[in-house]
């Protein structure tokens, strides 16, 4: 009779990361609204971007890739005890990024994002130390302001938007951008609140268990989606009365045609929030960054 063992089975823990592993705790999908936001604080400057490509391009990898990405690989490896519950597939908890790789990661790409960040001017440097803070405020210990509802998805509803947004408009300007580029930027950035609301929902159970008080998890999904629905829309509203306020009007009305999209697409979320939730996180969501743009095109040539 022959003794056989179960070694052959057992994988031997990874010394190093999985190439493609390293992309998925980047997450590429979350690169856009940075990079989005930045490009319309370029334009919202009304300055023409053929003389200023270097910045612009640079400007926009470090908002994505860079910024968010390594955003994203902090907020994963503090998350990890909650991935472990929600998501055990995702890389670190899986085990395809072993070990302390996640935290170094982070680490590495903060510095990366820093030493970027002095090529756009003290503009472009201080807004990236702002943007680098923020990342690690909002998941690391003990700070780890994402453990609010509220504190936690302002802050990245601002770090998406609002901040590169100003720093796009700051870097293309070499100054201070204008009060009205810099009053839209933070209304988008409010409104993102909601957005980052929404996204929690994906994460309801294991915030639960493990403490984070998203609003899904202290009101309820369908109360935590009224209130992002409310939070998204009346910034926008704002926007719309200040493009008209600022002889914008086609702007204003281009942009009250795609809110009313979106509270469309509201009333199919209410419907079931926590089911709903990713559907509108594409479909409202494309409606509100298709706002943010025409509303970047209206701010051009207006002064402080």
Same mark, same amino acid.
């Given at each position: ?14 010394? &190093? ?21 930045? *490009? ?67 680490? *590495?790409? @903060? ?12 503009? $472009? ?24 509802? +509220?504190?936690?998805? $302002? ?6 938007? @609002?901040?590169?947004? &100003? ?5 293309? @300007?070499? $100054? ?10 933070? *209304? ?49 509203? +704002?926007? +719309? ?13 281009? +942009? ?5 999209? %979106? ?7 209410? %419907? ?17 960054? @298709? ?5 970047? &095109? ?7």
């Amino acid at each position: 009779m022959s003794v056989t063992t179960d070694t052959h089975t057992r994988q031997t823990p990874r010394a &190093f990361p999985e190439p493609r592993a390293v992309l998925t705790l980047l997450k590429p999908i979350t690169w856009f609204p940075p990079m989005w936001a930045y *490009l319309c604080g370029a334009i919202s400057t009304g300055m023409a971007t053929s003389g200023h490509w270097l910045g612009l391009a640079l400007g926009i990898i470090l908002a994505g890739p860079i910024v968010c990405g390594m955003s994203q690989a902090a907020n994963d490896w503090c998350d990890r005890h909650v991935d472990a519950i929600n998501e055990p597939y995702r890389p670190i908890p899986s085990g395809r990024i072993p070990g302390k790789w996640g935290l170094w990661i982070a680490i *590495l790409m @903060s510095g990366a994002a820093a030493i970027i960040g002095l090529a756009l001017g003290p503009w $472009g440097f201080g807004a990236t130390l702002v943007a680098i803070a923020a990342a690690w405020a909002y998941s690391a210990e003990p700070v780890r302001l994402k453990r609010s509802g +509220i504190l936690g998805p $302002g802050l990245v509803g601002l770090s998406y938007e @609002s901040l590169p947004w &100003f720093t796009g408009a700051a870097v293309l @300007s070499a $100054g201070a951008p204008s009060w009205p580029i810099v009053i839209t930027a933070l *209304l988008y950035g409010i409104g993102a609140h909601g957005i980052m609301t929404l996204n929690d929902f994906k994460a309801l159970e294991g915030d639960r268990q493990m403490g984070v008080n998203s609003l899904p998890v202290t009101l309820g999904p369908r109360r935590a989606a009224l209130v992002a629905a409310w939070v998204m829309a009346i910034p926008q509203f +704002i926007v +719309i009365l200040l493009m008209f306020h600022w002889d914008r009007p086609w702007f204003g009305f281009f +942009i009250t045609a795609s809110l009313l999209a %979106q509270i469309a697409a509201m009333q199919v979320l209410m %419907q079931n929030p926590k089911e709903r939730a990713p559907w509108y996180n594409a479909t409202g969501v494309s409606l509100y960054v @298709s706002g943010m743009m025409i509303a970047a &095109f209206g701010l051009r040539g207006l002064g402080g």
